[in-house]
């Protein structure tokens, strides 16, 4: 493996650089044991075939988002200033946070409601870094970054029929 | 490592961390409905009359709702979709995802022999029973893929 600092070719696994002591083990992914295995740990998010995510400003009211995630068949919009994002907003937190109040605060904005900061990846990280969060996190949508603008979104479904068909047959 | 189209095609549905199917009447009312899809935490309810399936609601549908402005009093039969695709407990995980994929469900009520459900298909249940399949692909990585220093720690 090459010290990204230096240069050196070190023997693969080291955990630091023999040359300048540079740290590692972030390199060291694991072994692929299967071809799936190999596409998760060397395939891009981007060839997943990320979305478009739909888009919605701060201020925007939460009603109107809920009607744009119906009509754009979407589960989760994302609040935006400009391409800065600034949290998402999904099916599930309508449901958590405006639940039987949904009429009463129709009006309130969008970021009242959204989850902020959440989780994202960026369109070069490879796909299995999606797998997991998802996994451990429990997210349903992944927005994906590049140069820390928005650039796209990735959802469970996505990720699932991307798996299936690296399957054979 | 054992062949994972083999075992998809082999493995029943339950492998694939089914949730608890939430069940209702059909007189339950929609505000009831919207309540209990928040606290018991799931993105569905079956609605059931004698021990069998009659329609689903899901967190979709909620949505929907929610953005037409529509009164909440009702009975859940009147919204609940009635058309249901339904998976058996005998059936594998291959054919769950199969039918998913192809009807663009994100869940299948589970139903045993005599058409009673007892569990509910999701795509987080299966992501998560294909990441086992994987775990030291998945579970050995780095925690953040950007984490690569460019510069030496400390002095």
Known sequence: ?169 | MPDLKLELDAEKIGAAYPEQPVIVAPETTIHEVFQLLNAEGVGSVLVCEAGSLVGIFTERDALKLMASRASLEGPIRQVMSRSIVTIREDESVAEAVKRMAEGGYRRLPIVNGKGCPTGVAGVAGILHYLADHFPRTIYNLPPDPQAISREREGA
Do not use: W
Request: glycine share 8%; with cysteine; net charge negative.
């Open chain 1, 1 to 169: 493996m090459i010290c990204p600092d230096c240069g050196y070719e070190n023997i693969p696994g080291a955990d630091h650089c023999d040359a300048c002591g540079q740290p590692l083990a972030p390199l060291s992914t694991p072994d692929p044991g299967t071809d799936i295995e190999r596409r998760l740990i060397e395939e891009p998010l981007k060839d997943v075939g990320v979305g478009d995510p739909l888009l919605v400003a701060p201020q925007t009211p939460v009603g109107e988002v809920l009607q744009k995630l119906v009509d754009a068949k979407v589960g989760c919009a994302l609040v935006a200033d400009g391409d800065v994002l600034l949290g998402i907003f999904t099916e599930r937190d309508a449901l958590r946070r405006l639940n039987t109040r949904a009429n009463e605060l129709s009006q309130e904005p969008v970021s009242k409601f959204m989850t902020e900061y959440p989780q994202v990846l960026d369109v070069s990280d490879n796909i299995v870094y999606a797998v997991h969060a998802m996994n451990q996190g429990g997210y349903r949508h992944i927005p994906l970054l590049s140069d820390q603008k928005i650039d796209g979104i990735v959802s469970v479904r996505d990720i699932l029929s991307y798996m299936t068909q690296c399957l054979p047959g």
